[in-house]
């Protein structure tokens, strides 16, 4: 725990930074009012725009901790919020909360069985994971263009929109169902023994096999809760816009993912992953996009600017880099004796010491000519 804490350390000062650069821009940066029974404020926007970014990498947090990853989320965020617009503009009455529920039901199942696709793919079919979810991140793309025949498809549905725009005690919904997966999430992986399998397969699946865990079965089960996440994510962008846009929504957000989950310390490699650095790093990335906004940055440079800022979270991260940073500022070396350092002692020739006689001379029985 102390170990993780301290990889966390240098995030969060990067965040402390941006805010701090935020308020200097904004004076009313950290100013959080209530209209309407709702919570508002730039901290409050950066959580509310920033939950589908957070249940995205939540999910590939699980993927990436089993050695996989998952280029897909974007488009399956894309068909998610296609199919439940689709659903509730051609249902009879598009403000019913039964004909809402159904269509986020019918959304979060198909996410679920594009995460499970891409879990065959890549578990059970060995296929590489970079190249399984590839797949999907392109015929989703179109398959959520051609569910909404390549146009933006708006909805008027009342219920729907408070997906997005309600609250419940002034905290927007969005905000509590990040928070609720959260906690659900650390519930189920620290509290429980399914943490340990998680890491054991991505440390060593072969090992974790022979063990008796079923390492094909949970991979398979980490791409389906990373489709669920994706698909909670696309209701959410699409009720927050009104609209599905199959060709826009979620796009590139794979990367800001990706991004968050390697800012919060996850190996890429697999095994050790840090629930609360993912947290902490989909907030650094979200709040990054609203310095951009803030600052005035130009449109051009946002993305130069983001990677810049992400460029340098990596390296305060590198215990290598830092070290080399701090060597100059070092002062003296390893201890001298009082005596000094004397001449060094002579080597035999296949560079054995010679053993001292109790005088301190070299044994002439061990000296070899």
């Known amino acids: 725990m102390a170990a993780q804490m301290r990889r966390l350390v240098w995030p969060?000062?990067?965040l402390v930074a941006l805010?701090?650069?935020?308020?200097?821009?904004?004076?009313?940066?950290?100013?959080?009012?209530?209209?309407?029974?709702?919570?508002?404020?730039?901290?409050?926007?950066?959580?509310?725009?920033?939950?589908?970014l957070l249940l995205i990498a939540l999910g590939m947090t699980v993927v990436i901790a089993l050695r996989g990853i998952d280029l897909s989320v974007g488009a399956v965020v894309a068909?998610?919020?296609a199919v439940a617009c689709e659903i509730i503009v051609a249902a009879g009455?598009?403000?019913?909360?039964?004909?809402?529920?159904?269509?986020?039901?019918?959304?979060?199942?198909?996410?679920?069985?594009?995460?499970?696709?891409?879990?065959?793919?890549?578990?059970?079919?060995?296929?590489?994971?970079?190249?399984?979810?590839?797949?999907?991140?392109?015929?989703?793309?179109?398959?959520?263009?051609?569910?909404?025949?390549?146009?933006?498809t708006t909805v008027t549905?009342?219920?729907y929109r408070r997906i997005a725009a309600g609250s419940l005690a002034a905290v927007p919904y969005?905000?509590?169902?990040?928070?609720?997966t959260v906690l659900v999430m650390w519930l189920a992986l620290r509290r429980t023994a399914l943490g340990l399998f998680v890491e054991a397969v991505g440390g060593n699946a072969e090992a974790a096999r022979l063990a008796g865990i079923r390492a094909t079965g949970l991979s398979v089960a980490a791409y389906a809760f990373c489709g669920l996440c994706a698909g909670l994510a696309g209701i959410i962008i699409s009720a927050n816009t009104g609209s599905a846009d199959g060709n826009n929504a979620g796009l590139w957000i794979e990367l800001d993912a990706i991004l968050a989950v390697v800012i919060g310390g996850t190996l890429l490699t697999g095994g050790r992953f840090s629930i609360a650095g993912t947290v902490l790093g989909a907030v650094i990335v979200q709040t990054l996009s609203t310095t951009v906004y803030t600052m005035g940055v130009p449109p051009e440079s946002a993305l130069v600017f983001k990677a810049v800022?992400?460029?340098?979270?990596?390296?305060?991260?590198?215990?290598?880099?830092?070290?080399?940073v701090a060597a100059p500022f070092r002062r003296g070396g390893p201890p001298v004796p009082a005596g000094g350092a004397g001449p060094p002692a002579p080597e035999e020739e296949?560079?054995?010491?010679?053993?001292?006689?109790?005088?301190?001379?070299?044994?002439?029985?061990e000296v070899r000519r």
């Open 93 to 152: 009455d598009p403000s019913s909360p039964g004909t809402v529920a159904g269509a986020v039901g019918t959304a979060l199942a198909l996410s679920v069985l594009l995460g499970l696709w891409n879990g065959f793919l890549a578990a059970v079919l060995r296929i590489q994971p970079i190249v399984a979810t590839l797949i999907l991140m392109v015929a989703g793309r179109g398959l959520a263009q051609l569910i909404t025949d390549g146009q933006i």
């Open 350 to 365: 296949d560079g054995a010491m010679p053993t001292a006689t109790g005088d301190g001379r070299p044994d002439p029985r």
């Open 309 to 324: 800022v992400v460029f340098v979270v990596c390296l305060l991260q590198s215990p290598r880099f830092r070290a080399q």
């Open 157 to 159: 549905s009342e219920p």
């Open 174 to 180: 969005t905000v509590l169902m990040a928070a609720v």
């Open 19 to 52: 805010l701090a650069a935020n308020a200097v821009a904004s004076p009313g940066f950290f100013a959080v009012t209530v209209k309407g029974g709702r919570l508002y404020g730039s901290l409050v926007d950066i959580l509310h725009f920033g939950a589908p």
């Open 79 to 81: 068909v998610s919020g």
């Open 12 to 14: 969060l000062l990067v």
